[in-house]
């Protein structure tokens, strides 16, 4: 699991160290830079699955620490880093990256448990695209070199480039493996309720990012695991207004499907589209709580067992549109399933959120300091 974020430097962020527990909800002032942490924690999985830096940080110059200035080669470049611990200890992950004047990772440096260094890169060529990468190896040679590739995550490669003969080549593999089993099994939710209102088309049931295929989602789950479904329906009356009997999707003539709250009283249903927007951002979270990775379209590390896999759910504005008993059912039962151990839930709040943390045992409030607060050197 990863435990610990840094940036170092990192949009508003200069040497932040952010801890990241099964439910951690970041808190502050607007300009805190409390998004740019859920933005590290995703790109660093984009990488870990063996996507290009380009496509982990779309906007490489937006991610310069604010007021930075370029070097007499025109170089700025911010840095970012987590830690994860698992069998092989806490291992430390730290990513140098160069926005300027062109995208590429000029350092990355893998350490274990007792400070060795296992992996490093080292930009030392600016005319070619590749970086200078060593690791441990404990043999007759004890380090071995090679280029790799200057927009690519080397601690992704080492699986591919890494003999595993070694001691030291094991420890190096243990290493990157923990790192990238802790990162790449997340999955960033920001439903939209403006989309979750339209119905939807059946397919294969994995829910997306933006939740706008809820319908087909409730239509797989209700016939996959009743349990988990009547746990959603009590979520449901908990934070809706109004009473709630059931929740499901039902086929239109046209073969779509819609989902519909049923009410206890009279037979009464309510298409989803007629609810606010806080109980369809409400009710989304607490399907995505409630279901798993084999609902979610997220990346599993299939070679790993799953009960050694945890599930990271990004949530940004995790209390936007939900009122103050929506928001503490909603955090009660993130604390609820996190407890648990096989799903974990970071994401930002607001004062109804931050409230709501405050009165919920196994909720992690960080509240992260304002631009006034980081000016006068002040941190809470």
Same mark, same amino acid.
């Given at each position: &699991?990863?435990?610990?974020?840094?940036?170092?430097?990192?949009?508003? %962020?200069?040497?932040?160290?952010?801890?990241?527990?099964?439910? !951690?909800?970041?808190? #502050?002032?607007?300009?805190? #830079?409390?998004?740019?942490?859920?933005?590290?924690?995703?790109?660093?999985?984009?990488?870990?699955?063996?996507?290009?830096?380009?496509?982990?940080?779309?906007?490489?110059?937006? /991610?310069?620490?604010?007021?930075?200035?370029?070097?007499?080669?025109? +170089?700025?470049?911010?840095?970012?880093?987590?830690?994860?611990?698992?069998?092989?200890?806490?291992?430390?992950?730290?990513?140098?990256?160069?926005?300027?004047?062109?995208?590429?990772?000029?350092?990355?440096?893998?350490?274990?448990?007792?400070?060795?260094?296992?992996?490093?890169?080292?930009?030392?060529?600016?005319?070619?695209?590749?970086?200078?990468?060593?690791? %441990?190896? =404990? $043999?007759?040679?004890?380090?071995?070199?090679?280029?790799?590739?200057?927009?690519?995550?080397?601690?992704?490669?080492?699986?591919?480039?890494?003999?595993?003969?070694?001691?030291?080549?094991?420890?190096?593999?243990?290493? *990157?493996?923990?790192?990238?089993?802790?990162?790449?099994?997340?999955?960033? /939710?920001?439903?939209?309720? %403006?989309? &979750?209102?339209?119905?939807?088309?059946?397919?294969?049931?994995?829910?997306? +990012? #933006?939740?706008?295929?809820?319908?087909?989602?409730?239509?797989? !789950?209700?016939?996959?695991?009743? !349990?988990?479904?009547?746990?959603?329906? *009590?979520?449901?009356?908990?934070?809706?207004?109004?009473?709630?009997?059931?929740?499901?999707?039902? !086929?239109?003539?046209?073969?779509?499907?819609?989902?519909? @709250?049923?009410?206890?009283?009279?037979?009464?249903?309510?298409?989803?589209?007629?609810? #606010?927007?806080?109980? @369809?951002?409400?009710?989304?979270?607490? @399907?995505?709580?409630?279901?798993?990775?084999?609902? @979610?379209?997220?990346?599993?590390?299939?070679?790993?067992? $799953?009960?050694?896999?945890?599930?990271?759910?990004?949530?940004?504005?995790?209390?936007?549109?939900?009122?103050?008993?929506?928001?503490?059912?909603?955090?009660?039962?993130?604390?609820?399933?996190?407890?648990?151990?096989?799903?974990?839930?970071?994401?930002?709040?607001?004062?109804?959120?931050?409230?709501? =943390?405050?009165?919920?045992?196994?909720?992690?409030?960080?509240?992260?300091? $304002?631009?006034?607060?980081?000016?006068?050197?002040?941190?809470?």
């Amino acid at each position: &699991m990863v435990t610990e974020l840094r940036l170092s430097a990192f949009r508003a %962020h200069r040497g932040a160290v952010l801890p990241v527990r099964p439910l !951690t909800l970041f808190a #502050g002032a607007s300009g805190s #830079g409390k998004s740019s942490a859920l933005e590290v924690f995703e790109a660093l999985a984009l990488l870990a699955g063996g996507v290009p830096l380009g496509g982990a940080f779309p906007d490489p110059a937006g /991610c310069v620490p604010d007021g930075a200035r370029a070097d007499r080669q025109g +170089r700025r470049g911010f840095r970012v880093g987590c830690t994860a611990e698992g069998p092989a200890g806490a291992v430390r992950l730290d990513l140098a990256v160069q926005a300027e004047p062109r995208l590429r990772i000029v350092g990355e440096r893998l350490t274990g448990p007792d400070g060795r260094t296992l992996l490093a890169t080292a930009l030392r060529d600016p005319a070619r695209p590749v970086v200078h990468a060593e690791w %441990h190896t =404990a $043999g007759p040679t004890p380090v071995t070199r090679a280029p790799l590739p200057d927009d690519r995550l080397a601690t992704a490669l080492a699986p591919l480039r890494v003999a595993g003969r070694t001691d030291g080549q094991l420890r190096v593999l243990a290493a *990157a493996e923990q790192i990238l089993v802790a990162l790449r099994s997340v999955f960033p /939710c920001d439903p939209q309720p %403006h989309r &979750m209102r339209q119905p939807v088309a059946p397919g294969e049931g994995r829910l997306r +990012r #933006g939740c706008d295929n809820l319908a087909e989602v409730l239509y797989r !789950t209700r016939a996959d695991c009743r !349990t988990r479904h009547a746990r959603l329906v *009590a979520a449901a009356g908990a934070g809706c207004a109004g009473p709630v009997r059931g929740l499901e999707a039902r !086929t239109l003539p046209d073969g779509m499907l819609r989902a519909v @709250l049923e009410r206890a009283a009279g037979g009464v249903v309510t298409p989803l589209e007629r609810l #606010g927007d806080g109980e @369809l951002r409400y009710l989304a979270l607490s @399907l995505v709580l409630l279901t798993g990775p084999g609902v @979610l379209a997220v990346d599993q590390a299939l070679e790993v067992p $799953g009960a050694m896999q945890a599930l990271t759910v990004l949530a940004d504005g995790l209390d936007r549109d939900l009122d103050a008993r929506q928001a503490r059912e909603l955090t009660a039962l993130a604390a609820r399933i996190c407890g648990d151990g096989h799903m974990r839930l970071i994401g930002t709040v607001g004062g109804t959120g931050a409230a709501a =943390a405050r009165g919920t045992a196994g909720a992690t409030l960080v509240e992260l300091p $304002g631009p006034e607060d980081r000016e006068a050197g002040r941190t809470r």
